[in-house]
């Protein structure tokens, strides 16, 4: 099948991450969310029945978990597997310490908590959510997943610590607000770069807000992420610092 140059680049990330990272060993899978995760389970799958069959595959969204039984993988979930062997997902941006930002799709609590139970946390991405300081290329806000009753207070909140367009997301296919999984509402949050060269210290001072759920800040959880090229190659990022440029990937 031929794929324009982003689809081939988010292809050649997730086909890359597999073949490094989910062994045949591995039981446990976290399937992550977004558009780059069709491609990993289109790999995993790759690895054949028999490997498969003795694995449970964890879903972060709505959607992971129906790419999960669509394909005809075992669908486990937190509570019965609280230890995961590696967990594979997208991201809205990564900036060159490996800080993410998440929750475009507003499933970020259950990324985050997936994440957490991650021995390894992958992410697979194309080139364009690569940057040096979070905030330079996603520039629509931090996604902040707030309780309903809080959502006001908690707007108030983030304007006072900087955001001044914070605002509650609205969905595009019906009048109202977007609703998560979780049955919460989801703020976005637009803060400067230079509240986000800390992103731990941001993500810590959304956090303790009263009526907060989630910060779809990632600090220091990923071990590694791979990013699609336009030219079909891939970029390997480490949690050491270290990168690896125009890898080729087998297809």
């Given at each position: 099948m031929t794929l324009n140059p982003v689809e081939a680049a988010k292809r050649a990330a997730a086909y890359a991450a597999v073949d490094a990272h989910v062994k045949l060993s591995h039981r446990y899978i976290?399937?992550?969310?977004?558009?780059?995760?069709?491609?990993?389970?289109?790999?995993?799958?790759?690895?054949?029945?028999?490997?498969?069959?003795?694995?449970?595959?964890?879903?972060?969204?709505?959607?992971?978990?129906?790419?999960?039984?669509?394909?005809?993988?075992?669908l486990g979930d937190i509570d019965t597997f609280p230890e995961i062997d590696v967990a594979i997902d997208g991201a809205d941006e990564v900036d060159n310490a490996l800080n993410l930002i998440k929750g475009g799709?507003?499933?970020?609590?259950q990324e985050k908590v997936i994440a957490q139970a991650a021995k390894e946390l992958i992410i697979v991405a194309d080139y364009r959510k690569r940057s040096s300081v979070l905030g330079t290329n996603w520039t629509q806000g931090i996604p902040v997943e707030v309780a309903p009753v809080a959502a006001?207070?908690?707007?108030?909140?983030?304007?006072?610590?900087?955001?001044?367009?914070?605002?509650?997301?609205?969905?595009?296919?019906?009048?109202?607000?977007?609703?998560t999984d979780n049955g919460n509402l989801c703020i976005d949050a637009p803060f400067s770069t230079a509240y986000l060269r800390d992103p731990a210290q941001l993500n810590s001072q959304i956090k303790q807000l009263v009526g907060v759920v989630e910060v779809g800040i990632f600090p220091g959880?990923?071990?590694?992420?791979?990013?699609?090229?336009?030219?079909?190659?891939?970029?390997?990022?480490?949690?050491?610092?270290?990168?690896?440029?125009?890898?080729?990937?087998?297809?």
């Open positions: 976290g399937i992550g969310s977004g558009s780059t995760v069709p491609y990993v389970v289109e790999r995993i799958l790759a690895q054949g029945d028999e490997a498969n069959k003795e694995r449970w595959f964890i879903p972060t969204s709505f959607q992971s978990k129906q790419l999960i039984v669509g394909n005809g993988l075992r799709g507003a499933c970020h609590l006001s207070q908690v707007l108030a909140s983030l304007k006072r610590l900087g955001s001044t367009d914070a605002h509650l997301r609205m969905a595009k296919a019906k009048a109202g607000p977007v609703v959880m990923a071990k590694a992420a791979y990013f699609g090229n336009q030219d079909g190659t891939v970029s390997i990022q480490h949690e050491d610092g270290s990168f690896k440029e125009n890898i080729t990937v087998e297809i």
